[in-house]
């Protein structure tokens, strides 16, 4: 089982960007997806959160701006970040709580960073 995420890039503050993060391999079933965030110096934070009975948490700072959302089809979950400031330039992580095949307890994954740089 991996997580990968991807669609970080250079955005002008007031900008947007979505991200997105795919799990694949043998997985049976998803519970949780979530990003995190780390900034330079700074400690990993939860960013958002999208839970399997369909909730959503926010950190404080991002909410009305940040949209968590997923497509269980494709096993994907996406971060939609409008009116991006210069305090959410970050590496993005995504994290998720997934059991494989063949088993029934979940396992935490994370999947490589990806970098989101908000500059004029």
């Known amino acids: 089982v991996q997580l990968q995420a991807y669609g970080g890039g250079l955005v002008q503050p007031g900008g947007s960007l979505r991200l997105s993060c795919t799990a694949s391999?043998?997985?049976?079933?998803?519970?949780?997806m979530a990003w995190y965030r780390q900034a330079p110096g700074k400690e990993r934070e939860l960013v958002a959160q999208?839970?399997?009975?369909?909730?959503?948490n926010y950190v404080d700072s991002v909410k009305g701006r940040f949209t968590v959302s997923r497509d269980n089809t494709k096993n994907t979950m996406y971060l939609q970040m409008n009116d991006l400031r210069s305090e959410d330039a970050a590496v993005y992580y995504c994290?998720?709580?997934?059991?494989?095949?063949?088993?029934?307890?979940?396992?935490?994954?994370w999947g490589q960073g990806t970098k989101v740089t908000v500059s004029s």
């Open positions: 994290n998720a709580a997934i059991s494989a095949q063949g088993r029934t307890l979940y396992n935490q994954y």
């Open positions: 391999g043998r997985i049976r079933s998803i519970g949780f």
């Open positions: 999208s839970n399997p009975n369909g909730s959503e």
